[in-house]
């Protein structure tokens, strides 16, 4: 990357916290400061927006429902590229940002061996080296990076197609719609692994904050790495604590059990 883009990107991260607040509370992290959870929504809105409005270009079905949306079939013809190049170039900041921990490690491929015990949720907590990011965040990443050079070079095609071969244009609308539907799947899990499957993940991109206990489940090495605390130590903890306070409330109960008695 070009130190222009790099100087760029660092002023406008100072500038995020600046203007931006996040609040850590007693018992929580700080997991994605302003700056991130900016990033994250512009590219989030600016696929979406790509993706409609090429599913209403792509499907006569779809363009009569969807196009009244943004305008008119003329209006979504033209309003497509731009959408596409707004993600492109919030993608590419929130690239910068992300590169040092979506790097690939040993520890994401032992993660993609028990991916099913994951899915499962087999154990109480992940394995002790995941670390910020699991080894499916990490491809589903390196999957938008992929699919992001793909609409790139395709949808520079398909926007100047008078000037390019016939069949250059059209081997890239295959290309396009592929990679619009892995993208499409990969969203899809995105939002069930960060709001169903991971209850407390999705207020990380509202309000930049996870508990700590959440924390010591998913990501272990992590919590490890920001509280210098052993998270098994911490699980058992809390286990333990919870055990204590559900047996005084038993107690409590058949203590009332016993007043109530004639």
Not at 12 to 26: F, H, L
Not at 59 to 72: A, E, H, V
């Amino acid at each position: 990357m070009s130190s222009s883009v790099e100087r760029f990107d660092e002023r406008a991260r100072r500038e995020a916290d600046r203007v931006g607040t996040t609040v850590v509370r007693r018992g929580e992290l700080l997991r994605h400061p302003v700056y991130t959870r900016v990033l994250h929504w512009l590219v989030a809105i600016t696929f979406v927006l790509s993706l409609l409005s090429g599913f209403a270009i792509y499907s006569p079905w779809l363009f009569k429902f969807l196009t009244p949306i943004f305008g008119g079939g003329a209006m979504t013809r033209f309003l497509h590229p731009w959408f596409g190049l707004a993600f492109e170039v919030f993608f590419l900041f929130q690239f910068l940002n992300w590169l040092t921990p979506m790097m690939w490690r040993e520890s994401d491929r032992r993660w993609l061996k028990r991916i099913k015990a994951y899915t499962t949720n087999e154990d109480k907590l992940e394995p002790a080296d995941v670390g910020f990011f699991n080894g499916g965040q990490k491809v589903y990443f390196w999957a938008i990076v992929l699919s992001g050079v793909l609409f790139l070079i395709t949808g520079i095609l398909l926007w100047f197609d008078d000037i390019f071969p016939r069949w250059l244009v059209a081997v890239s609308y295959v290309i396009h719609d592929l990679a619009a539907l892995l993208m499409l799947a990969g969203f899809i899990i995105h939002i069930y692994e960060g709001t169903a499957a991971a209850p407390g993940t999705f207020r990380s991109m509202i309000n930049g904050t996870v508990s700590e206990r959440w924390a010591w489940t998913h990501h272990p090495a992590w919590y490890k790495a920001v509280t210098g605390r052993d998270p098994r130590e911490s699980y058992e903890r809390e286990r333990r604590r919870q055990s204590d306070r559900e047996r005084a409330i038993q107690e409590w109960e058949r203590e009332q059990d016993g007043r109530d008695v004639p």
